[in-house]
């Protein structure tokens, strides 16, 4: 198991990041909030997750050793594999899930992408007893990001978690007019913003 990542950040992307490790360019799928974290040309530490498949080695990267833990405990539910608990470490903080697994929310399981309400139950069952108790509030504590393109991250993350580009870009917009009527003119980190996104696509 590849526990971590620490070199110099050669670039980012809506969904990854690429790593310099002596010269190799490492490719880590990391979630909007950890890759908020990232900046070009600085040095970084990823707590990793490789995923070995007939066809694939994919490297999956995170904020810290306790996102990385939730990421592979949720992948042992039944029908969750390394995109959807990728997706949903996307939408909620690890301290959120175990929030929502102990106290049966499915309303906030059913917030991601690809889980409906049998899954949410499924979920439910079958974790509840491995998560573990919640260490603080279930409120996600985001990373600064720069606003620098905001819009195109966030719409491209949401395209990953599985919405059409047209819904997509119409939260985006929702968005970016609550910004535009706030008092600060400074846009949020990216993660505060993909949350608030997700917020106007659940809504019926």
Do not use: Y
């Not at 990391?30 to 066809?55: K, M, N, Q």
């Not at 993350?157 to 819904?167: E, F, H, Q, T």
């Not at 997509?168 to 007019?177: C, F, I, L, N, T």
């Amino acid at each position: 198991m590849i526990a971590f990542v620490s070199g110099r950040v050669a670039a980012t992307g809506p969904d990854a990041a690429v790593v310099d490790i002596g010269g190799v360019g490492l490719s880590v799928q990391c979630t909007p909030a950890t890759l908020a974290g990232l900046r070009v040309g600085e040095e970084a530490r990823v707590a990793t997750s490789l995923v070995v498949r007939e066809d694939s080695l994919t490297l999956f990267g995170f904020a810290d050793d306790d996102e990385r833990t939730v990421f592979e405990l949720l992948q042992t539910a039944s029908g969750v594999g390394p995109r959807l608990a990728l997706a949903m470490l996307a939408v909620h903080s690890p301290d959120a899930l175990r929030h929502a697994v102990a106290t049966e929310d499915l309303t906030a399981l059913i917030r991601v992408p690809g889980i409906g309400k049998k899954g949410a139950q499924r979920i439910v069952l079958e974790l509840k007893d491995r998560l573990g108790a919640p260490s603080g509030a279930p409120a996600d504590v985001p990373r600064p990001a720069a606003a620098v393109a905001w819009r195109d991250q966030v719409q491209a993350g949401l395209v990953n978690l599985g919405w059409s580009a047209r819904d997509a870009e119409g939260a985006v917009d929702a968005v970016a007019a609550d910004l535009a009527a706030g008092p600060d003119g400074e846009a949020p980190p990216v993660a505060v913003l993909l949350k608030a996104a997700l917020k106007k696509l659940s809504r019926p």
